[in-house]
């Protein structure tokens, strides 16, 4: 079964054509980049994976489910359990500490506390966070937010993981410090990654490229691991 | 030259970019939240306009109709007490010469209709219809009843059992010309006719529905007033030598007037004379204005803090760009210039529309307290949207001006990473400047009142303490966050939702802090207005049981008001006294008398001599005599009497000293022998025994009986057998007579109540406006708290738990500031103002349901701004 299969996905916005046809798929634990120019598409491709939005035409199916004709509630529950987001601004609750911000799709995802009791630190520590988990996001760098953020992703166990430039925010070590927890992550989870980026160097944890152009994806090449 | 020009043009040139690339390009893209600034806006203003416009037409009716019955007089002459005597016109007409003056007599009396009694009283006001009828050379056809339209078809009639009334008159009795109309007149049943009705004349104050107008000597019969007068109206004719005739007759009459005790004023100086007996009232709405006008400031700066915060990036990137901080907020000024203006024209049309029901109550309460008016229509004058439109723009533009001053001074790149977060109200996260303000207040609460040029006692301390107070709660309501959102964790573990919303509490924004203190300051008003009610309340009870002894309360109908003139006759109460079982009575006779330009009640008194049952007052310094002799006893010249707390405190009496009384017979010195709380008016009042009052002004007739029935008599068989013999009077039991006081006294805070309410659900408003504000800051937040799989309904929770917890810090915070409040107004400004003693007392039961209310409310509104803000778009997408 693959983690991801997306068939012929059109979207638009006030009659412009954000999404042509688009259509791909992701392997269970495969890790693939998003490639193209701004305006190209990426996000809204990403939104629409991730329930966020919905397209048009076309169809997503996650683990072999398909989006089309869920409901709100249906699609809260996919992105509580099967998909999560790791955004380039990291979008962190700013009210919430580090700890707290990893926690809460736990609780959303109706947890009890000696669970989540046992699963945080576990969280905070694989992201090497351990001495930060009490600070509020503003106390943080741009390096520790992307990680807390990839901690909130995986607190769910998800099947698929949706980066939208997940180094686009950090400079160029701290980037690549991200890029091996995220690979690390997917290899010892099996947990697949779609990232969008501009940055050549992300696709260095992808066996796969997907460049998009227009709204159109004009080629998939498979990377040279 | 050229290059000067260009530079002085340049600040308008940046201006107007501004205006067209940044501000206007934003109304246009969020119009929803222009609308809610502008409902915020709105809101303010129709409060504070309503509750001004519902008590000028409600107070206004008694100055419309005195104006109104020649035209507007020029002076008014009336006696200091009493009545006048129709021999004062002869001598008014030879002291004016040949200098051209209409002279109008007017006797005014009340009655009650006898089929419908419950349906107010009327008022029968007796001139002379053949004056008033060439009044029109005066007025210039302005008279009340000139021409045939008062007339109709039967001219001009004398007699006495005749009269005309207005068409609303005609409309809530269902009466029509030449029927006939049972009135009680002075606890005397008559039938009346109609003669005629007067129509509706656009150019003239429409003719109050509770008016009957009558020949001048029909009525002086009918009342048993033959040859009196309550006063007499001058007009000067109009014509080139008016402004000198009206200052000849002017000065002529001001040494009438002295020489014969009698008082001279012109129709504003009895306007204002009318309105001073309702202080009290009118400082109850003043409070409750003010009240309007705090929440209203609240949410207007609410409006535009949150309008401005939400733009601190655009304001951090144009200042990069080269933009100065004073460019910045002038465009901002002007923003908040035309939001004002617009808010505050939304905001006349709504107070103008709210103020239509708020004067019902207010002048029930003026009809049942003061005197008898009607109410008039809601008039919005020039000056009224003058004043609104001022108020609303300058509220704007102050609110304004504190977050766009805080935003342009901020250095760009801190505001380019902040965006739209934190930011708000800086002084209001000076919790020290409150504490220090907390004990500025207090202090202010003991400095002792100032004494105005015209006597008036302004309690200026106890304002300024309340305004220092208002603005520490402001201060500290802050420090209420944290506290709060440990309780909300602590509660809701498992709940992801309920401890978000604990969070942003935990480190709350300046709207957080601006949306609790406008709802403390609503609700700290309006609980410390309970306190004060509660209070009066408490004490009222308490005075009405010590006051009430007798078994049976006996009046003239219609005698539900203070200055309400039925009397009884001697023969009346001599009967009652006759019937078997009644083993003896108190009578008081009112005159309402002028002294000093200070108008208060004079009651003569016969108290039973009944030892056990003399001296029934509640008080505060004890005559030194016991029983009748206390009052009848005279020492030297000046006879005794017992003076009310407020007319001690107007007077500055003492037992021992002595005011000059006006009678018929001329003055006569008083000696204060006790002093006694009283709390049914606060002009004041002096007891006399009746038997000098009788003497002084040649008058036999009572306005009140208390009768003591012997302990085997049959109280209900009395009070029938009063009722059968004497229908045109209304005889009450002890506990009849307890309820009405009270309901009359719960009616008359009616409109406090209902300003309350108003109050409260403002605020509350303005917590679901500032909430969907927050909200809409927060799209983003959303938008992620939304891909990590939180549902509509979620976040609508979360939303009502932040809401919840607002309203509970302002409903804590308001109720700390509504004890400090109630204090200040039962013991500062209540016995400066009004001289009232007061117990304090803290009506715990409305405390709870207000809270209820409020929470409940706040919850409701949180979760449905939530639950329609949930879906916002998120500004990130490519």
New interface residues.
């Given amino acids: 079964m693959k983690a991801l299969q997306v068939s012929k996905i059109t979207k638009s916005y006030d009659k412009v054509p954000v999404l042509r046809r688009v259509s791909f798929s992701l392997e269970v634990g495969e890790r693939a980049a998003l490639m193209g120019p701004?305006?190209?598409?990426?996000?809204?491709l990403l939104?629409c994976i991730?329930g966020?939005d919905r397209p048009d035409e076309g169809e997503i199916s996650l683990q072999g489910q398909s989006l089309k004709g869920m409901d709100?509630?249906e699609l809260?529950?996919?992105?509580?359990?099967t998909v999560?987001?790791v955004?380039q601004?990291f979008?962190?609750?700013?009210?919430?500490t580090a700890a707290?911000n990893i926690?809460?799709?736990l609780?959303?995802?109706g947890m009890?506390?000696s669970e989540r009791k046992v699963m945080l630190p576990e969280l905070i520590e694989e992201v090497g966070l351990s001495h930060r988990s009490h600070a509020?996001p503003h106390e943080l760098s741009g390096g520790e937010m992307q990680r807390v953020a990839i901690a909130?992703a995986l607190a769910?166990r998800p099947k698929l993981i949706l980066a939208d430039e997940p180094t686009g925010n950090l400079d160029s070590a701290t980037g690549e410090v991200i890029l091996d927890l995220l690979e690390a992550i997917s290899e010892r989870h099996g947990i697949a990654m779609l990232l969008v980026t501009h940055s050549p160097g992300v696709t260095r944890i992808c066996r796969r490229t997907l460049e998009m152009r227009d709204g159109l994806l004009v080629d998939q090449s498979e990377a040279a691991v | 030259m050229e290059g000067n020009a260009t530079l002085n043009e340049r600040p308008v040139a940046i201006g107007r970019l501004l205006w067209s690339r940044i501000i206007w390009r934003h109304w246009r893209r969020e119009p929803r939240l222009i609308l809610v600034l502008v409902g915020i806006l709105a809101l303010g203003v129709a409060v504070f306009l309503s509750v001004r416009l519902a008590n000028k037409a409600a107070v206004s009716g008694f100055g419309m109709f005195t104006e109104s019955i020649a035209g507007e007089s020029d002076f008014i002459l009336r006696p200091t007490a009493g009545t006048l005597d129709v021999s004062a016109l002869r001598q008014l007409r030879e002291r004016a010469g040949s200098t051209p003056v209409g002279i109008f007599p007017v006797l005014e009396v009340s009655a009650v209709s006898a089929d419908r009694p419950e349906d107010g009283w009327v008022k029968m006001v007796g001139a002379d219809l053949v004056a008033l009828q060439n009044a029109a050379i005066y007025t210039g056809g302005g008279a009340l009843v000139a021409g045939d339209s008062a007339a109709g078809d039967d001219g001009i009639p004398g007699l006495a059992d005749r009269g005309f009334v207005g068409s609303s008159f005609a409309r809530r009795f269902g009466i029509v010309k030449g029927e006939a109309m049972p009135l009680i007149v002075n606890g005397v049943p008559v039938e009346f006719d109609i003669s005629g009705v007067i129509p509706e004349n656009p150019n003239l104050p429409s003719v109050p529905d509770n008016l009957i107008l009558m020949d001048l000597p029909g009525l002086q019969s009918l009342a048993e007033l033959e040859g009196k007068l309550s006063r007499i109206e001058l007009r000067i004719a109009p014509g080139i030598e008016a402004g000198e005739n009206r200052q000849k007759i002017g000065a002529l009459m001001w040494d009438l007037a002295a020489e014969k005790g009698w008082i001279l004023e012109t129709p504003e100086d009895r306007k204002s004379s009318v309105t001073q007996m309702s202080a009290a009232f009118r400082l109850n709405l003043t409070i409750l204005s003010g009240l309007a006008l705090l929440v209203g400031i609240y949410l207007i700066m609410q409006a535009m803090e949150a309008a401005v915060v939400k733009r601190r990036g655009e304001i951090a990137v144009l200042r990069s760009l080269g933009v100065t901080p004073a460019q910045i907020r002038a465009a901002w000024l002007w923003e908040g210039f035309i939001l004002g203006l617009a808010g505050a024209i939304v905001g006349i049309i709504l107070g103008r529309l709210m103020a239509m029901g708020l004067v019902v109550a207010i002048s029930r309460t003026v009809n049942t307290l003061y005197y008898e008016t009607t109410t008039s229509a809601v008039t919005l004058e020039r000056g009224e949207i003058l004043f609104s439109l001022v108020f609303g723009v300058t509220a704007s533009l102050v609110a304004a001006l504190i977050p766009a001053r805080e935003a342009s001074m901020t250095l760009p790149a801190q505001s380019m990473r902040e965006g739209g977060?934190g930011g708000g109200l800086a002084l209001l996260r000076q919790w020290p400047l409150g504490l220090i303000l907390l004990a500025v207040g207090i202090g202010f609460a003991f400095v002792p009142p100032r004494v105005l040029a015209s006597g008036s006692i302004v309690p200026l301390g106890g304002y300024l303490a309340a305004v220092v107070l208002v603005l520490s709660a402001s201060l500290l309501i802050g420090l209420l966050f944290k506290p709060l959102s440990m309780i909300l964790k602590r509660g809701g573990?498992?709940?992801?939702m309920r401890?978000?919303a604990a969070?942003?509490l935990?480190?709350p924004e300046g709207r957080h802090r601006l949306t609790a203190a406008g709802l403390a300051v609503a609700i700290g008003m309006s609980a410390a207005m309970g306190i004060l009610v509660a209070s009066f309340e408490t004490t009222l009870t308490g005075w009405i049981q010590q006051l009430l002894k007798a078994d049976l309360y006996v009046a003239a109908a219609g005698t539900n008001s203070v200055t309400n003139g039925n009397t009884l006759s001697a023969s009346t109460w001599e009967m009652i006294e006759d019937i078997p079982g009644v083993s003896g009575t108190d009578k008081i006779r009112r005159y309402e008398v002028s002294v000093q330009e200070n108008n208060f009640f004079l009651g003569g008194v016969d108290y039973n001599d009944d030892p056990d049952r003399f001296l029934q007052l509640m008080w505060l310094e004890p005559p030194a005599l016991k029983g009748p002799a206390s009052l009848e006893t005279r020492s030297g010249e000046a006879f005794p009497g017992w003076a009310s707390e407020s007319l001690a405190r107007r007077f500055s009496l003492e037992v021992g000293s002595r005011i000059p009384l006006p009678t018929a017979e001329g003055e006569r010195p008083i000696e204060v022998a006790g002093i006694f709380a009283e709390y049914g008016n606060e002009t004041g009042t002096l007891l006399v025994a009746r038997k000098f009052t009788r003497e002084w002004f040649g008058d036999d007739r009572i306005s009140n009986l208390a009768v003591y029935l012997d302990p085997e008599a049959d109280v209900e068989l009395v009070l029938e057998t009063i009722r059968k013999t004497f229908p045109g009077l209304v005889a009450r039991t002890n506990r009849k007579l307890r309820t009405d006081s009270i309901r009359i006294f719960h009616q008359t805070f009616a409109v406090t109540y209902a300003l309350e309410a108003i109050a409260v659900f403002i605020a509350v408003a303005g917590l679901g406006l500032a909430l969907a504000g927050l909200l809409l800051e927060r799209r983003?937040?959303l938008?992620?708290?939304?891909?990590?799989?939180?549902?509509?309904r979620?976040i609508a929770r979360s939303a009502m738990w932040e809401g919840i917890g607002l309203a509970l810090a302002g409903l804590t915070g308001g109720y700390l500031l509504s004890f400090l409040l109630g204090w200040i107004l039962i013991f500062v400004i209540n016995p400066q103002s009004f001289g009232w003693t007061l117990s304090y007392h803290v009506p715990w039961f409305s405390y709870i349901a207000l809270a209820a209310i409020t929470l409940s409310t706040a919850a409701g509104v949180a979760w449905s701004v939530g639950y329609r803000n949930a879906n916002l778009r998120g500004e990130?997408?490519?």
């Fill in positions: 701004s305006g190209s598409g990426k996000s809204t939104n991730g966020i709100e509630n809260c529950r996919l992105r509580r359990g999560s987001t955004f601004f979008h962190l609750l700013p009210t919430l707290e926690e809460f799709p609780q959303l995802s009890s506390e509020m909130r769910i | 977060q573990k498992d709940d992801p401890l978000y969070s942003q935990r480190r983003d937040e938008a992620t708290l939304k891909a990590l799989g939180a549902t509509r979620e990130r997408k490519e």
